[in-house]
């Protein structure tokens, strides 16, 4: 009897893997300068992008950050300028934190303003952010392989030999990584252990909030990691050749955000 029931539970939890999906809500309009990433803020009730506008690692001074309802509107498509290639944000405190080639602007969001820029040398290709519990801004570096950690403005080494570095996310005291192909997560920036492995180096990666996460790559394929590490197909939009980018997740609405790249849109889904 205890057998039957093992097998009837590995049956229904099967089951309820299988229905994991994504159902489309809306999509914006398809005039976005390139939008890299995108993160919601739950206090003002919008979302943040990104916008590239121009080469994906070019310092030309295009890029910039939208804003948009929850709606998929634009509400301005230029509400902070004067960035080059910015990529991943973090928010905290008032501050949105973006990752722009070689440094850490932050932003006053209250005023729509650049604060400061947090240089960190040697390095020109920041690309995702992510902020604990106290504040702290560990920020991936995709060209060098390293994870850098920035507390009270001075930024200090944390990680380092990440092949394939993109996507970071802080949960508590643990910060999960993207690699190559494997989701490492590590409480000191040392010893590390593999969450999952995917067919594909990941971008984007968010928390649902019972161990599982949500990733993305670049090329146009979201996936289901469960906290035992199975890996699961959410979307695949490679062959309408529309990018994944850094994703955004609204845990409690329980909707992923995905800004389209090249197809110059963000897209809204619901999880199922």
Known sequence: ????????ALGLYTAAGAQRSLEKLWESDTTLAVPESVLPDPQKNI??????????????????????????????????TGLHAPKGMGLHGG????????????????????????????????????????GTVYVSDSRNGKVHRISNG???????????????????????VCTSNDVLKTTDGKQ???VGTMPMGGDGIEPIGNGDLITSTWSGVV????K?????????????????????????????YVPTFFAKSVVAYQLK
């Open 95 to 134: 501050k949105l934190y973006v990752a722009d080639m070689g440094e850490v602007v932050v932003i006053d969001v209250q005023k729509g303003t650049i604060e400061k820029r947090i240089p960190i040398t040697g390095t020109t290709g920041l690309n995702d952010i992510t902020i604990g519990n106290a």
């Open 154 to 176: 001075n930024a200090t080494l944390y990680m380092d030999g990440l092949k394939g570095l993109n996507g970071v996310l802080a949960v508590g005291n643990e910060l999960y």
């Open 192 to 194: 590390t252990t593999v």
């Open 47 to 80: 979302l943040y992008v990104s916008l590239i506008d121009g080469e994906p690692w070019g310092a030309d001074g295009k890029g910039a950050i939208a804003q948009l309802d929850k709606s998929g509107k634009i509400l301005n498509a230029a509400w902070v």
């Open 223 to 226: 996936y289901y990691i469960t």
């Open 228 to 256: 035992d590490g199975q890996v699961s197909t959410l979307l695949d939009t490679r062959e309408q050749k529309k990018n994944t980018a850094d994703i955004g997740y609204d845990a409690q609405k329980r909707i992923v």
């Open 1 to 8: 009897m205890k057998q039957l029931m093992l097998l009837l």
